[in-house]
């Protein structure tokens, strides 16, 4: 993907030496770039603007007209993670331009302690569709759709201000109904596995930390993918 030089970019870096995965995801595309052949790893992030490239995936797919932030007001993160395999992977997320260096905060204390996520790509590798992003067990951040059956309610999705994390491994469940179907092994929380969001745990510590609720603490419903800065 071409970047255009952005304004105030923020750079973090945490040296850590890792192993990379010995098998990159395979047809990747612009989402998502393996890395290989690290021998020493860091943590880097980066936030740049939405540039002309990616504006153009993204109008018609995760944006359009009457979303209620302007694409302006959104930054695209670029973030190394580890991955299921062991080694570092690096993924992208669009968030809210005022979320973007909490979220930086957020992923390089997940790196610190070795959480797990499969795969960052944008939405719009899927289409938007949320329930393809999901089903590939997509970590994922801003899209601009309505809160699944509330017409005409806005998700916290689509203000760049929510992200779901690894949705098989922590899905979304209200009574008998698990989503994504792929997570229902996951439906009970314990014994805790590669991937999982538990309570109290060291992930929902450090999304408190900038202020951003975690789903796995409503009441009924729970919705365990998800963090946003409303707790909504």
Not at 29 to 50: D, H, K, Q
Not at 145 to 152: I, S, Y
Request: with cysteine.
């Amino acid at each position: 993907m071409r970047i255009l030089p952005a304004i105030g970019i923020v750079a973090a870096v945490l040296l850590l030496p890792v192993q990379a995965e010995s098998r990159p995801e395979v047809g990747h595309g612009p989402g998502v770039e393996p890395l290989t052949n690290v021998r020493r790893a860091s943590f880097r992030g980066e936030i740049l603007n939405i540039d002309r490239d990616l504006r153009r995936r993204m109008v018609g797919s995760s944006w359009h007209r009457g979303c209620p932030v302007p694409l302006s007001d959104l930054r695209l993160l670029k973030l190394r993670h580890w991955g299921f395999g062991g080694g570092v992977r690096s993924g992208y997320l669009v968030v809210h331009e005022t979320a973007a260096p909490r979220m930086l905060k957020v992923f390089r204390r997940l790196f610190r302690f070795g959480f797990r996520i499969r795969r960052m790509r944008l939405v719009d590798a899927y289409g938007a569709d949320d329930h393809r992003s999901m089903n590939a067990d997509n970590t994922s951040a801003f899209n601009c759709r309505e809160v699944a059956g509330r017409p005409g309610v806005w998700s916290r999705h689509a203000f760049g201000r929510a992200i779901d994390i690894n949705p098989v491994e922590n899905p979304y469940v209200s009574g008998g109904h698990v989503s994504p179907a792929g997570g229902r092994p996951f439906a009970r929380r314990s014994p805790r596995r590669m991937g999982m969001i538990g309570a109290g745990g060291r992930v929902v510590r450090t999304f408190a930390s900038i202020g951003w609720e975690w789903g796995g603490n409503w009441s009924g419903e729970k919705d365990y993918q998800h963090f946003s800065a409303s707790g909504d």
